[in-house]
Nanobody, 122 residues
Framework: QVQLVESGGGLVQAGGSLRLSCAAS????????MGWFRQAPGKEREFVAG????????DYAESVKGRFIISRDNAKNTLYLQMGSLKPEDTAVYYC???????????????WGQGTQVTVSS
């Protein structure tokens, strides 16, 4: 079992930055790909960014490419999402996920955190 706890969300003005963290406990996630997803009110959950287990490959949704950076520290069992140039449309609950159910980073995962709210004001 893996437990994932996100932190770092909050209220920020458009153009600002935030850094999300996802701490994993239980089974190590150092050999697992991980991802960030988000869900805005009234919308389906969507892929934001993913990273392979060693951190050498990353994938981003077009909407965040060039503004967000995903990274991981396997020694700390922690996943990060550095978000910059934030826009009001980035407002959502952000979830981290571990252990993909299939090949690729954009699909479903076996383990999910409880989410952290990010609100970007205009």
């Amino acid at each position: 079992q893996v437990q994932l706890v996100e932190s770092g969300g909050g209220l920020v003005q458009a153009g600002g930055s935030l850094r999300l963290s996802c701490a994993a406990s239980g089974r190590t996630i150092s050999t697992s790909a991980m991802g960030w997803f988000r869900q805005a009110p009234g919308k389906e959950r969507e892929f934001v960014a993913g990273i392979n287990w060693v951190g050498s490959y990353t994938d981003y949704a077009e909407s965040v490419k060039g503004r967000f950076i995903i990274s991981r520290d396997n020694a700390k069992n922690t996943l990060y999402l550095q978000m910059g140039s934030l826009k009001p449309e980035d407002t959502a609950v952000y979830y981290c996920a571990a252990v993909p159910q299939s090949l690729g980073l954009r699909g479903s995962y076996n383990y999910w955190g409880q989410g952290t709210q990010v609100t970007v004001s205009s």
